[in-house]
């Protein structure tokens, strides 16, 4: 069974930075593209960056493009999000998802905030 | 960047109805597009992708249709635990782009 598993979130004030982190089991980690999707509180759902396999191609939306770096540890199967110069409209339920087509499973998330 | 819409935003179906959704997309994705079903306080799950496979587990009661720029859910019968919001995802261009989402309530 697929699990994955997000942390690192937490209560940030605007301008600050925060890494998250993703746990992945239950898969061949580096065989998998993996994405980034977030939901702001009684929001909609928003992609927010993808990474193949291999870490060699990177993907982001305009809206975090500059300021988010997507990375991976395959050694580690662990997925990770460095987030800076955030913004209260980061505020959000950050999703580590498998693959970057459809997204099977859903992990819990990672709530961050960001507020002074 | 390719945008989803979906109509109508709220859709009131009584128990037992069959609900229809619809996720139009701003240029053609071919049948690169996913549907998801989220509860209040859950996170999101997958019901199709391709445009009409369902996922695993999912009820027949739930199917997908549509290419190119039009595209629908169908939920034959609704049962209590259908209500819920239903959000599209097209896959077919970066960057990934969701719809707004359908609530479907209780009528």
């Known amino acids: 069974e697929v699990q994955l598993v997000e942390s690192g979130g937490g209560l940030v004030q605007p301008g600050g930075s925060l890494r998250l982190s993703c746990a992945a089991s239950?898969?061949?980690?580096?065989?998998?593209?993996m994405s980034w999707v977030r939901q702001a509180p009684g929001k909609g759902l928003e992609w927010v960056s993808g990474?193949?396999?291999?870490?060699?191609?990177?993907y982001y939306a305009d809206s975090v493009k500059g300021r988010f770096t997507i990375s991976r540890d395959n050694s580690k199967n662990t997925l990770y999000l460095q987030m800076n110069s955030l913004r209260a409209d980061d505020t959000a339920v950050y999703y580590c998802e498998k693959g970057h087509l459809w997204f099977d499973p859903w992990g819990q998330g990672t709530l961050v905030t960001v507020s002074s | 960047e390719i945008v989803m819409t979906q109509s109508p935003p709220t859709l009131s179906v009584s128990p037992g109805e069959r609900a229809t959704l619809s996720c139009r997309a701003s240029q053609s994705i071919s049948s690169n597009l996913a549907w998801y079903q989220q509860k209040p306080g859950q996170a999101p799950r997958l019901l199709i992708y391709g445009a009409s496979t369902r996922a695993t587990g999912i009820p027949a009661r739930f199917s997908g249709g549509g290419s190119g720029t039009e595209f629908t859910l169908t939920i034959s019968s609704l049962q209590s635990e259908d209500f819920a919001v239903y959000y599209c995802?097209?896959?077919?261009?970066?960057?990934?782009?969701f719809g707004g989402g359908t609530k479907v309530e209780i009528k």
């Open positions: 995802q097209q896959y077919n261009n970066w960057p990934l782009t």
């Open positions: 239950g898969l061949t980690f580096s065989n998998y593209a």
């Open positions: 990474i193949t396999n291999n870490g060699g191609i990177t």
